[in-house]
T-cell receptor, first 117, second 115 residues
Framework: AQKITQTQPGMFVQEKEAVTLDCTYD???????LFWYKQPSSGEMIFLIY??????QNATEGRYSLNFQKARKSANLVISASQLGDSAMYFC??????????????FGQGTELSVKP | EPEVTQTPSHQVTQMGQEVILRCVPI?????FYWYRQILGQKVEFLVS????????KSEIFDDQFSVERPDGSNFTLKIRSTKLEDSAMYFC?????????????FGDGTRLSIL
């Protein structure tokens, strides 16, 4: 069975500094996708970045990058130059086979990031 | 940018009543999902839907729950007889495909409060 683990319930970072949010996963599948979502206090879920299991390069999307270490089964999110608006809950999620069942997302417990001015 | 829309944003219902949560997925998407997030907890999968039928459902999605796509645009989640433990944020999501590299786009959620 697939599983996502986020071991940091809460993190603090100074504005303009970089921060890494940890995510480890467990799956026996060879093909899978890893996603990060941001959930501000208002509650919506915002898609940030995606990494495929066969991608050789780490994904980047603006200030977000994904440190993908396949052998360690980790997919850490790096946010560079933190801004006050980055304060939110961040969820790591996995999507994989069986595709005939629609490809549900499995979520981790989340990490609450607080950016200090 | 196209987005998933959910109504209402907040629903307050008496225990035992039926509730219908509504979603309009992104127009060219084919796969639809409902997720639930109890306050302070992680997001949990409820059901996936494709080609007018359920693809997969979790153990949470019991006989009290049903989903429907009544027309070409709406996707609804019905809870027949609500319980206190159904209080949660309910998210609708849609995806262009079901492959691992295709993200699911979420609506802003409906906060359901059962009294």
């Amino acid at each position: 069975a697939q599983k996502i683990t986020q071991t940091q319930p809460g993190m603090f970072v100074q504005e303009k500094e970089a921060v890494t949010l940890d995510c480890t996963y467990d799956t026996s599948d060879q093909s899978y996708g890893l996603f990060w979502y941001k959930q501000p206090s208002s509650g919506e879920m915002i898609f940030l970045i995606y990494q495929g299991s066969y991608d050789e390069q780490n994904a980047t999307e603006g200030r977000y990058s994904l440190n993908f270490q396949k052998a360690r089964k980790s997919a850490n999110l790096v946010i560079s130059a933190s801004q006050l608006g980055d304060s939110a809950m961040y969820f790591c999620a996995m999507r994989g086979p069986p595709y005939n069942q629609g490809g549900k997302l499995i979520f981790g417990q989340g990490t609450e990031l607080s950016v200090k001015p | 940018e196209p987005e998933v829309t959910q109504t209402p944003s907040h629903q307050v219902t008496q225990m035992g009543q039926e509730v219908i949560l509504r979603c309009v997925p992104i127009s060219n998407h084919l796969y639809f999902y409902w997720y639930r997030q109890i306050l302070g907890q992680k997001v949990e999968f409820l059901v996936s839907f494709y080609n007018n039928e359920i693809s997969e459902k979790s153990e949470i999605f019991d006989d009290q729950f049903s989903v429907e796509r009544p027309d070409g645009s709406n996707f609804t989640l019905k809870i027949r007889s609500t319980k206190l433990e159904d209080s949660a944020m309910y998210f609708c999501a849609s995806s262009a495909g079901r492959r691992s590299n295709q993200p699911q786009h979420f609506g802003d959620g409906t906060r359901l409060s059962i009294l």
